[in-house]
């Protein structure tokens, strides 16, 4: 019986040795600038990687066509960042980490250290940060950091060589004005006002905390009679934050501030110079004035996108239109400059027609 087990485990180990020579065979050999390898192994990582982007539409798994289509791209990646490589074009590892974190910053609203997203992630979903990338893109953090750098390079390379063109793409004036009268109903000012908003956090010591925000509102009061405004000074040992902030009469921007829709309600039932009591929250005291209130409205071209802006709607569907344009642009150069370089001495592909075929089935 052990004899038995011994060689089931040998069995075992043979299949999976089996399985892993299979995950390691060459798919292509990109040798522009060095010899570089594409393994199976690494088309799996990028396609599960792609897949993920795709399960929110229900897409579950991808066929051949759309495997062999990732090959395609992960050999113009490696061609485009052989050639960036060779002209001596490079990119840092503080500027993939930048570039890491400003993706999450952008989803958080708020800018935060490797160490504070690990944090985060870990209060949020119990994961760590590598465990969280891992399940949402199918890459750990230094396979998501080589891929970030990959790209960034290749982004330096394709905006070097078509820097010119790409400047001169921009959206037309025909383009801004039909792009306005097609979406025109989106362009609307809710009810809106401008707060004067003091924030106090809790940290430790609540009584201390709540004490400041007592003065802190007292002087506000005290200033705003004499027709002064509250000075706020940036070196005030960050024990609190204070600013203008605009709000709009909408439950999404009650969710974005924690405060209930009744909040906001009665937030836009008071008189500009009214000054709010000090509130409590979880976190931290507040208090707040009004100072101006805008009134909801459809807006024209010439008409500024947010009060007291200076960016009008023309301007604003000029940018994402010339942005969506030159984005388009960009990628059609990347796919034009990799087909360039595709050329028999820049890259060996091991794996053609059906013997292909049978190894993207998995």
């Given at each position: 019986m052990k004899r038995l087990a011994i060689g089931f485990a040998l069995?075992?180990?043979?299949?999976?040795?089996v399985f892993a020579q299979n995950d390691f065979q060459p798919l292509a050999v990109v040798k522009l600038n060095k010899s570089e390898t594409i393994t199976l192994k690494q088309l799996k990582t990028r396609a599960n990687f792609v897949l993920t982007q795709y399960k929110p539409y229900g897409i579950k798994e991808l066929t051949s066509d759309q495997k062999k289509q990732i090959l395609e791209n992960l050999i113009d990646e490696k061609l485009i960042t052989q050639a960036a490589a060779k002209e001596g074009m490079s990119v840092t590892d503080s500027q993939v980490t930048s570039a890491f974190?400003?993706?999450f910053s952008q989803q958080l609203g708020t800018s935060v250290t490797e160490a504070q997203l690990e944090d985060l992630i870990k209060q949020r979903t119990g994961l760590t940060l590598d465990g969280y990338l891992k399940e949402n893109s199918g890459m750990g953090t230094a396979e998501y950091k080589a891929y970030l750098k990959n790209q960034l390079i290749a982004q330096q390379y394709?905006?070097?060589?078509?820097?010119n063109e790409l400047q001169k793409v921009a959206a037309t004036d025909d383009e801004?004005?039909?792009?306005?009268?097609m979406n025109k109903s989106t362009f609307v000012w809710n009810d809106m006002l401008k707060l004067f908003l003091v924030i106090v956090p809790a940290g430790d010591d609540k009584v201390a905390a709540r004490a400041l925000a007592t003065d802190l509102?007292?002087?506000?009061?005290k200033d705003n009679k004499q027709g002064s405004k509250m000075k706020v000074s940036?070196?005030?040992g960050k024990k609190y934050r204070a600013g203008d902030l605009t709000v709009a009469k909408t439950a999404q921007q009650a969710q974005q501030l924690g405060w209930s829709y009744d909040k906001i309600i009665e937030l836009f039932g008071k008189d500009i110079g009214f000054v709010s009591e000090i509130t409590e929250t979880d976190t931290d005291f507040q208090f707040y004035a009004v100072l101006k209130k805008f009134d909801a409205k459809m807006l024209a071209l010439s008409d500024v996108v947010q009060p007291e802006t200076t960016v009008t709607v023309y301007?604003?569907?000029?940018?994402?239109?010339t942005s969506q344009k030159q984005s388009q642009y960009f990628s059609e150069s990347v796919q034009k400059i990799a087909e360039e370089l595709d050329t028999p001495e820049n890259v060996e592909r091991k794996?053609?027609?059906d013997d292909l075929v049978k190894l993207l089935n998995w």
């Open positions: 069995l075992l180990s043979a299949v999976a040795g974190l400003n993706t394709v905006y070097t060589k078509k820097q801004i004005r039909n792009a306005y009268e509102r007292n002087q506000y009061v940036e070196d005030n301007d604003y569907i000029k940018q994402n239109l794996k053609t027609g």
